[in-house]
């Protein structure tokens, strides 16, 4: 069984804080862990907005508080996020996340990162990055 508090972990390498300052996410669950995905309690951050394309991962994200909204960039579809929307990246979808509040998500992984992963140039994460316990 595995057992963790979100304040323990935000006490370890399982927080990480994104280079650009959109956001920091707290890795609860990882690939080392051998539950066939991550999950990961993130904050994105007042004002941010900034794009992302996950090619090499399915992502479901479940908003616990603040508002914002998600752009499918290749339709130009917007949909508002509030407490209580889940929303899910399930054809790799190139998109724009904006917060107008500071927003807390819930967020899985498939497959499941490693640890230390950030945005690269492109907006995904890589799926060689280097394993955090």
């Known amino acids: 069984m595995i057992v ?9 390498a399982r927080r990480i804080v994104s280079p650009d300052g959109n956001w920091e996410s707290t890795r ?16 994105i951050y007042a004002g941010a907005d900034f794009q992302m394309h996950y090619k090499n991962h399915l992502e479901s994200v479940y908003c616990i508080d603040g508002e914002g ?7 130009g ?11 899910n990246l399930d054809q790799h979808d190139k998109h724009v996340l904006r917060a107008f509040r500071e927003m807390t998500m819930a967020c899985v992984f498939n497959p499941p990162l490693h640890g230390n992963e950030v945005h690269n140039a492109e907006g995904a994460y890589e799926l060689d990055a280097e394993s955090v316990s």
């Open 77 to 87: 579809e917007k949909y508002p996020i509030q407490p209580g929307t889940l929303y």
């Open 69 to 75: 909204e998600v752009e499918v960039v290749a339709s």
């Open 4 to 12: 963790r508090t979100l304040q323990e972990a935000r006490r370890t």
């Open 28 to 43: 609860l669950l990882l690939k080392g862990d051998g539950m066939g995905f991550s999950f990961h309690i993130t904050t």
